[in-house]
C-alpha cells in the first residue's frame, strides 16, 4: 500500500509537470537592502524608537503573501544587513557562544521567508567568522558569484537561486562590490578575490539561462546606480543599458531610491533600489502569458513601497523579544561621560569636540605622528551626560580598525589636498560658498535642498600638524604645513607613521592612490602596523578612564578668516539647519 502511495504521488508529479501552461501567471518579487541591523522597532532606548525596522516590513510581507498568495511571491535581500546597529554588533561579536544556536541575522531571515540573500560589502567586514557562519546557519542561497576563491575550485559564496512559484521559474543571480578590495584589509576576505561586476554578468546570465532555461531572470547586486557610465562601486544604470536577457536588476549599496526603466538596446530593463534601513521595499510585479507551455507575453512593473506607516508585525517582535532584551542590556551599559554636548556635524566647518576624540584615540594608541580621520556620523547629537553603548555607535559607526602606514610629508601634503577638493570649493568672493554644496531646487522641502557634493564620510582632516586652507586656491595649492603641533619642523622629505581607518588604508575614498599617489597594488608595503576595530578602543579608552587624554586638536584652520567665518556659518545655516 505504501509503495503504491509513492508510485501515485511520482505520477501525479509527472503528470502536473508535463501539463502545459496556459494563461496568465504573476509574480511578485520584494526586496530589502542595506538594512543595516534595522531589526528591531527600538533604539534599546524608552523613549527612542526607530520609525521603521524589520518589524515593519514583517508585517507588509505577511499581508502580501496572504492577499497574493504564497506560490506567487518572492523575497530577496541585497546585503549589508549585518552592520550599523547594536542588534547586529551583539550578534557578530558578544554573541559568539551561539547560546541561540544560529546568528539572529540566520533566524530573521528564516522568519520573514527570505529565499536568497545578496553579500554586501559590509558584510564581508565582519570577516570569516560571522559570515562563514551564515553560510552555515541560512537555509537560503547567499549570493555573491563574483567571490572566486584563490584556488580555483569555484565561488566562495552561491552564484544564484533558482526559485520556483507557482509553476515559474526564476532565476536569481547575485554579485557583491567588486571594490570590497579597496576598502577592506585582505584578512577580512582572504581565501578569496572580486571580479568586476560586468566583466561577469553577460557570461553569467547567458551561462544560468542555458542551463536552467528561467522564465525570469533577475542579476541582484550589492552595487550602486551610477550615472550610466561602467563605474566599478556603482555600475547598475551601466548594465541595464547594456545587458541582454535580464528582467529586472536589484540594485544596492549607494542608499539611493529608484524605480525606472532603462532601455538596453533590444528592449527594457526594470532598475529598482530602495534606500536604506528598512525605509522601502523594491517591488517588481511580473505578470507572465503562456500559450501551450510557450511563453507569448511579459508585462514587468516596478514599485518602491515606502514602510513608514505600515503597522509593526507584534508576531515578530514578540518571537525575538528575549534577544532584544539582550541586546538593549548590552547597549544601556554606560560606555563613558561627556562633559559637553558632541555634534558631529561641527567637524565639517573646522576642528570639532568630535574629530578632536577620533584623532586622540588614534594617536594615542597607535603612537603615530600624525592622525587622518574623518567624520563617520553626519549629523549625530550626544547629549552631555552619561553616553551607552548606542551613543559609540554615534562616535563610530563602523568596524575599522586602526592602521599605521608610513608617508613622506609631501604625500601627507598631497593627501590632505585631494581630501579638501572633496570638501570644499574655491572661493572667488566672500560671499561665495565655501562648502562643496549641490543646490536641488527640485526638492519641496526647503531645508533639504543642500547637500555635500561628494561623500562627507571621505573629508579627512588632520592632526599633529599645524596647517591652514586657503579656500581662494585651486586644488593643489591650497594646504600650507607649518609644522608639527609640538613645534618641530615639517619636512616634505621626511618619512612619517600616520594612523587612520583601515578602510582609508586600504584605498577607502582614493586620497592615498589620487592624493598620495600610491599605486593601489602598494598600499598594503606601507603599513607597518595593524591595532583592534576603532570603536573597540574608543569603549577601552572610556572604561579605563584615560579619556582624559583626550586633546582639543585645534591645529588647522580655513583662511582668509574674514572671508571663512561668515561662509561657514552661512553653509552650516544650509546643510544643517537645526543644528545649533
Not at 416 to 425: A, D, H, N, V
Request: with cysteine; aromatic share 12%.
Amino acid at each position: 500500500m505504501k509503495r503504491f502511495s509513492v508510485l501515485f504521488a511520482l505520477f501525479a508529479i509527472i503528470c502536473s509537470c508535463s501539463s502545459p501552461r496556459e494563461g496568465k501567471y504573476r509574480i511578485q518579487i520584494y526586496a530589502t537592502n542595506d538594512l543595516h541591523g534595522k531589526f528591531f522597532d527600538s533604539l534599546y532606548s524608552d523613549n527612542k524608537a526607530n520609525r521603521v525596522s524589520m518589524a515593519n516590513i514583517s508585517a507588509y510581507m505577511r499581508e502580501c503573501r496572504a492577499s497574493a498568495g504564497e506560490e506567487n511571491v518572492v523575497f530577496l535581500d541585497l546585503g549589508d544587513a549585518l552592520q550599523g546597529d547594536n542588534a547586529s554588533y551583539y550578534s557578530n561579536f558578544i554573541d559568539t557562544n551561539r547560546r541561540d544556536g544560529r546568528h539572529l541575522f540566520a533566524r530573521i531571515a528564516e522568519y520573514v521567508g527570505y529565499d536568497a540573500l545578496v553579500v554586501g560589502n559590509h558584510d564581508v567586514e565582519t570577516g570569516h567568522p560571522v559570515y562563514d557562519r551564515l553560510l552555515d546557519e541560512l537555509h537560503v542561497p547567499y549570493l555573491a558569484a563574483n567571490s572566486p576563491k584563490n584556488d580555483g575550485s569555484g565561488s566562495y559564496f552561491d552564484e544564484y537561486a533558482i526559485i520556483r512559484r507557482g509553476g515559474i521559474k526564476i532565476a536569481v543571480i547575485g554579485m557583491t562590490n567588486p571594490n570590497i578590495k579597496s576598502w577592506l584589509d585582505e584578512s577580512l576576505w582572504s581565501g578569496m578575490h572580486f571580479v568586476e561586476i560586468e566583466h561577469l554578468a553577460d557570461s553569467l546570465v547567458r551561462s544560468v539561462k542555458a542551463a536552467e532555461n528561467p522564465d525570469v531572470t533577475i542579476l541582484a547586486i550589492h552595487a550602486g546606480l551610477g550615472n550610466g557610465s561602467n563605474d566599478l562601486e556603482n555600475p547598475a544604470r551601466y548594465l541595464a543599458s547594456r545587458l541582454q536577457g535580464v528582467d529586472v536588476i536589484f540594485a544596492a549599496h549607494d542608499h539611493q531610491r529608484c524605480c525606472e526603466k532603462i532601455f538596453n538596446g533590444t528592449d527594457s530593463t526594470l532598475l529598482l533600489e530602495g534606500a536604506c534601513r528598512a525605509q522601502y521595499l523594491s517591488l517588481a510585479d511580473i505578470e507572465l502569458e503562456f500559450s501551450a507551455d510557450s511563453l507569448v507575453g511579459k508585462r514587468i512593473c516596478g514599485e518602491l513601497l515606502p514602510m513608514e506607516g505600515v503597522e509593526k508585525d507584534e508576531a515578530y517582535l514578540a518571537h525575538f523579544k528575549e534577544y532584544f532584551n539582550r541586546v538593549k542590556s548590552f547597549t544601556n551599559r554606560k560606555v563613558g561621560t561627556l562633559e559637553k554636548d558632541l555634534q558631529t556635524c561641527d567637524a565639517y566647518f573646522g576642528p570639532s569636540d568630535y574629530m578632536s576624540l577620533i584623532h586622540s584615540i588614534q594617536l594615542n594608541a597607535s603612537g603615530a605622528d600624525i592622525s587622518f580621520a574623518a567624520p563617520l556620523t553626519t549629523n549625530g547629537l550626544i547629549k552631555a551626560g552619561d553616553f551607552d553603548f548606542q551613543g559609540l555607535f554615534t562616535i563610530y559607526p563602523f568596524e575599522n580598525q586602526l592602521f599605521v602606514i608610513e608617508l613622506t610629508g609631501r604625500q601627507i601634503k598631497d593627501y590632505l589636498e585631494c581630501s579638501y577638493s572633496y570638501w570644499i570649493s574655491t572661493m572667488r568672493h566672500k560671499d561665495d560658498h565655501i562648502i562643496n554644496l549641490v543646490h536641488d531646487t527640485s526638492k519641496g522641502n526647503y531645508q533639504y535642498r543642500y547637500s555635500f557634493r561628494n561623500m562627507p564620510y571621505n573629508f579627512d582632516s588632520a592632526a599633529n600638524i599645524d596647517y591652514e586652507v586657503d579656500v581662494r586656491q585651486p586644488f593643489g595649492k591650497r594646504i600650507a604645513i607649518k609644522g608639527m603641533s609640538d613645534g618641530r619642523p615639517f619636512h616634505a622629505d621626511s618619512l612619517y607613521t600616520v594612523a587612520l581607518s583601515s578602510y582609508r588604508a586600504s584605498g577607502g575614498g582614493d586620497l592615498l592612490v589620487k592624493g598620495a599617489g600610491i599605486a593601489a597594488d602598494s598600499l598594503s608595503s606601507i603599513v607597518v602596523k595593524k591595532l583592534d576595530d576603532l570603536r573597540t578602543l574608543i569603549y577601552n579608552m572610556y572604561m579605563n578612564g584615560e579619556d582624559k587624554n583626550i586633546k582639543e586638536w585645534n591645529n588647522w584652520k580655513f583662511v582668509p578668516e574674514n572671508w571663512t567665518a561668515d561662509a561657514l556659518r552661512r553653509d552650516k545655516a544650509l546643510l544643517f539647519p537645526q543644528a545649533r
